[in-house]
């Protein structure tokens, strides 16, 4: 998943625009877009678009956000939305591992309730969003065979934090939101996960936006969240292997092909080692992956 576009749940309007929107996936928000006097409505309205969305012919995966465990809404939120049968779950103020397993446990049992097979719908963990989950941004691994992908968020973790500001003059994040950043991106390394990268808010901004995709890119993010649809675009675009680095991957598969006990190979020149046949091989699966 190359964008994942974040939607209301509790507006018709947006759910229905969100579908033709180029997103790989909607992210249906049950959580902070959500005041707590329309939950209840958030609920239903999902659900009812869920079921109907399902059959379109051609259309993004559909994920939707619940509420954090610490809430108290996520069994209301799960009874909710599991029975309309969405792709995947987005889990917020993911604190670990165990955490993580926790969510399984209650779509598990969801599942089994509505005739749903066991570990149908997917999980993507928020990994960031309180103190504490910075300190278990590595116990991911092995948590859950639905997680597929973990991301990160600046927001609540700036108002758990009692920051001013999370980014600089510049639009640059700060430091602690650098590092939460990183936790990320080596969480899902080592749990081999899709690293997805935070929402960019300023989304009248498209320079900004090209430029923090294409750093996310540079240092390993597969894809990104946006918070309107004119951001999709661009993130798809960014994230989409140029037909440049296409080939020159598959040169480089190619080449070890053809001589598989070597450990460098020369193409044109320059020097590819084994770390370089890995990363032409998770470019070439990305674009197979985007392809389907």
């Known amino acids: 998943m190359r964008s994942l576009l974040f939607i209301p749940g509790d507006s018709p309007k947006k759910l229905d625009k969100g579908m033709g929107s180029g997103a790989d996936a909607l992210l249906l928000d049950l959580e902070d877009s959500i005041s707590p006097q329309r939950k209840a409505e958030a609920r239903g309205i999902t659900a009812a678009f869920l079921k109907e969305a399902r059959s379109a012919k051609s259309r993004p995966r559909l994920f939707v956000r ?11 939120d ?3 939305v599991v029975a309309a049968h969405p792709d995947g779950i987005m889990f917020p103020k993911a604190e670990g591992g165990a955490a993580v397993s926790r969510c399984d446990a209650k779509i598990t049992a969801r599942e089994a309730m509505h005739g749903i097979p066991d570990s149908t719908l997917d999980i993507v963990a928020i990994a960031t969003e309180t103190a504490a989950a910075l300190f278990l941004a590595g116990t991911y691994g092995g948590s859950s065979k639905r997680l597929k992908g973990l991301t990160w968020g600046a927001e609540d973790l700036s108002a758990e934090l009692g920051a001013e500001a999370n980014r600089d003059a510049q639009g640059n994040f700060l430091a602690p939101y650098q590092l939460a950043r990183s936790l990320c991106l080596a969480g899902a390394a080592a749990a081999q996960l899709q690293a997805i990268d935070t929402v960019y808010v300023d989304f009248r901004n498209e320079a900004g936006l090209r430029r923090e995709c294409e750093e996310a890119r540079r240092d390993g993010f597969t894809g990104k969240m946006a918070i309107h649809p004119a951001q999709v675009a661009v993130i798809n675009a960014v994230f989409t292997p140029t037909a440049e680095a296409i080939a020159r991957a598959e040169a480089v598969v190619a080449a070890f092909a053809a001589e598989p006990g070597a450990g460098t190979i020369g193409i044109g020149g320059v020097m590819y080692d084994r770390p370089h046949l890995e990363r032409a091989k998770q470019l070439l699966a990305r674009v197979r992956g985007v392809a389907a």
Do not use: V, W
């Not at 954090?68 to 996520?74: F, N, R």
């Open 78 to 80: 799960l009874d909710a």
């Open 66 to 76: 619940i509420n954090g465990l610490a809430t108290g809404l996520t069994d209301d």
